[in-house]
């Protein structure tokens, strides 16, 4: 049994690449030229230099004490907060950016919803010196303000996106039309394990250096690479990917992820897309996604802007329906909460998203014990979802201590 990619880009029934090349004749460059880059040696050292001296890594693996002893384990934390510009999204950024200038592409385009993957391609371009344009929503333009006035300061142009529902997927459905159209010379940055193969496969590889990481620290740390328990949030699933890259197919692992439950995975309001949606093609790739009997995508809610795709990468999709990754449901509350535990017990403020990582602590606690080795990867920092923790502070003094 194997949870890898197949020779045709299916991780079981999901992914694909279904968009035809005669649309689009990207697809099928990026296909042929991918793997060979990014697996020489020349790639590799250049693109480990980089997150050594320019994103700052190895990123830490922190025992949490507190933590380990409320919820009877070994937690180790898998520090991507600490990376620069905040979050795991820079890893694969500077990967793609990489390929694109030894695939000769003179300009960079990329999809945003809340602006973090914008943020993480702008900061590439300008390191680069490569011309970059950002495809946003337009109604996320307005709501995110700090990273669209990000983004433009280090040089990118921001395209805010009016048709639609506004939001990420039309963004996304722009930035597909802008690529396809004139792909001689754009390269485009998808900034998840999402669209058409070969993205999912090329995001989980460069996401990749997590595990890798996480191998060689707790052999140090423990004396033995693999711990017990994987747990990560999944929007489109890179940070999780990049989590249990080197573990898929190792089954003492047990994986968990977590993704949006919104007001609740039976309130209409939800991202929860792999256990409440139905298989269909999602911006090129078979996925579990949030629509209608008829096929209409329906707007994802979750308090956290990063996890609100309508869908879930396919490899993600495929370890859930063979039983190989358990799935649960973070709400907004208990997102909330988590965030204020993990803040008040070890002083770090994680980031909305990897709060929902935080708030399955107390869903699987019950199959842990005090030799449990669980390692949890804090995908980002907080300071950009302050004012929610604030305005939740205000609303229940209570809950957050
Ligand atoms: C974007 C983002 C996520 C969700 O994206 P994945 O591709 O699922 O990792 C999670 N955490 C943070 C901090 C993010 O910025």
Not at 56 to 83: F, H, I, Q, V
Not at 198 to 227: H, N, T
Not at 295 to 320: F, K, Q, R, V
């Amino acid at each position: 049994m194997t949870y890898q990619i197949d020779e045709n880009g299916f991780y079981g029934q999901f992914g694909g690449a279904f968009i035809p090349d005669s649309l689009c004749p990207a697809i099928k460059e990026l296909t042929e030229k991918y793997l060979h880059i990014i697996e020489s040696e020349e790639f590799k050292q250049e693109y480990h230099q980089l997150l050594r001296d320019y994103v700052g890594r190895p990123s830490p693996l922190y025992y949490a004490s507190r933590l380990s002893e409320k919820y009877g384990c070994k937690l180790y934390l898998k520090r991507e907060d600490l990376n620069h510009t905040g979050a795991h999204k820079i890893n694969n950024a500077l990967g793609q950016i990489l390929l694109a200038k030894k695939m000769g592409k003179k300009q960079i385009i990329a999809e945003t919803g809340a602006g973090q993957h914008g943020v993480a391609t702008a900061t590439a371009c300008a390191l680069m010196n490569m011309p970059c344009t950002i495809y946003q929503g337009a109604l996320d333009v307005q709501r995110q303000r700090v990273n669209v006035e990000r983004m433009k300061m280090l040089g990118a142009t921001v395209v805010p996106v009016t048709r639609g529902s506004q939001t990420l997927k039309d963004a996304t459905d722009e930035a597909f039309q802008a690529w396809c159209s004139n792909s001689e010379e754009t390269f485009y940055i998808i900034g998840s394990t999402v669209g058409p193969h070969p993205y999912p496969d090329m995001v989980a590889r460069l996401q990749s250096v997590i595990s890798e990481e996480i191998k060689w620290q707790l052999e140090e740390k423990i004396g033995r690479d693999y711990p017990d328990y994987l747990i990560a949030c999944v929007g489109g699933g890179s940070n999780a990917a990049g989590t249990i890259y080197h573990y898929i197919d190792d089954e003492r692992v047990n994986i968990i992820l977590g993704e949006a439950g919104g007001l609740g995975i039976d309130s209409g309001k939800t991202a929860a897309s792999m256990q409440i949606g139905t298989i269909g093609v999602l911006h090129g790739s078979r996925i579990k996604l949030m629509q209608t009997k008829e096929g209409e995508i329906i707007e994802p809610y979750s308090i956290s802007a990063g996890l609100d795709y309508p869908g879930t990468g396919p490899i993600h999709c495929n370890l859930h329906e063979k039983g190989r990754a358990q799935v649960f449901a973070a709400n907004d509350d208990e997102a909330l909460k988590a965030a204020f535990e993990l803040t008040r017990m070890e002083g770090i403020i994680p980031a909305l998203e990897s709060a929902h990582a935080l708030a399955l602590l107390p869903k699987v606690k019950d199959q842990f014990t005090k030799d449990t080795v669980v390692v949890l990867t804090v995908s980002g920092r907080g300071d950009k979802d302050l004012n929610t923790y604030l305005q939740y502070h205000e609303e229940h003094p209570e809950a957050a201590f």
